[in-house]
């Protein structure tokens, strides 16, 4: 489905990144991987793909990500901009006493880290012609939930960032989409809002219609196929990946 696609990943350390990165290459995509953990290097090493440590919120080291894949690869077909964190510590905080410096954080990753990816990844685009551009949202990007401000704003911020880029390039020859995940077997929830959250993980899964989490590739899934040119008239497009969780 991706066959010789030069495909630029970020958040592709851990979690529904990495599950991406094992998925297109096996679709045939050449990957250039990019987290700001130096776990990146092994999953690149794993799937044959060019991995760089890069953070998203620096916007010279996206450009050099992205001539990372230039230099390995000659060009860059499509870029999946995934990377993303909650907020920190385990306990919800309602608005009124929400952190600003917290707040700043995590729009910083979720939000101008998305507009900081896409510019390096558009600078190529544009005078290609041609890419497709993936923006992990969430549900959170249409639905909210109580003491997650920082999150919620952030990826709403990323559907209405998705939507204005994709109306910027669509005569461009340039599709950009969101996909929406649901709750997800990662590192994000398992290793941290499990555990700091006693009861989530046993209402978690049963909080989806489909009456479980998902794993990640299920939601890599979805971001190959936007990604591909089976999705050639499709952008601006906010895609649930959520077992029926948004349709509630
Ligand atoms: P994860 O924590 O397993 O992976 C996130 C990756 O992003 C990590 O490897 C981390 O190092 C990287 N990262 C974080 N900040 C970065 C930065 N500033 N620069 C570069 N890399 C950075 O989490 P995940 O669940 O795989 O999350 C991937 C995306 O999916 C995130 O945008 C997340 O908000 C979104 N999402 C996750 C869920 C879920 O339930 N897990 C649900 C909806 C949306």
Request: hydrophobic letters at 50%.
């Amino acid at each position: 489905m991706l066959n010789n696609q030069s495909i630029l990943i970020t958040g592709a350390a851990s979690g529904i990144g990495s599950a991406a990165a094992r998925l297109f290459a096996g679709y045939g995509a050449q990957v250039t991987l990019v987290d700001r953990s130096a776990g990146v290097l092994d999953v690149a090493q794993a799937v044959g793909g060019a991995g760089v440590i890069a953070d998203v919120t620096d916007a010279a080291a996206m450009r050099d990500a992205v001539e990372a894949a230039l230099a390995r690869f000659g060009r860059l077909d499509g870029a999946f901009n995934n990377a993303g964190t909650e907020q920190a510590g385990a306990a919800m905080i309602a608005v009124g006493d929400y952190p600003l410096g917290d707040f700043d954080r995590v729009i910083a990753i979720n939000l101008r880290g998305m507009l900081v990816s896409m510019q390096a990844e558009l600078a190529v685009m544009v005078p290609a012609g041609r890419g497709a551009i993936v923006n992990t949202s969430s549900v959170m990007g249409w639905l909210a939930s109580a003491g997650m401000a920082a999150y919620v704003a952030s990826k709403h911020g990323a559907v209405g960032l998705t939507k204005a880029a994709a109306l910027d390039y669509a005569a461009r020859g340039i599709r950009v989409n969101a996909i929406l995940p649901g709750a997800v077997r990662t590192p994000m929830l398992t290793e941290r809002a499990f555990p700091a959250n006693p009861g989530y993980e046993a209402v978690a899964g049963t909080m989806h219609p489909i009456g479980r989490l998902a794993e990640p590739h299920e939601i890599a899934e979805a971001a190959a196929w936007l990604l591909s040119d089976r999705a050639s008239f499709v952008t601006g497009a906010t895609l649930a990946v959520d077992g029926g969780f948004s349709a509630m």
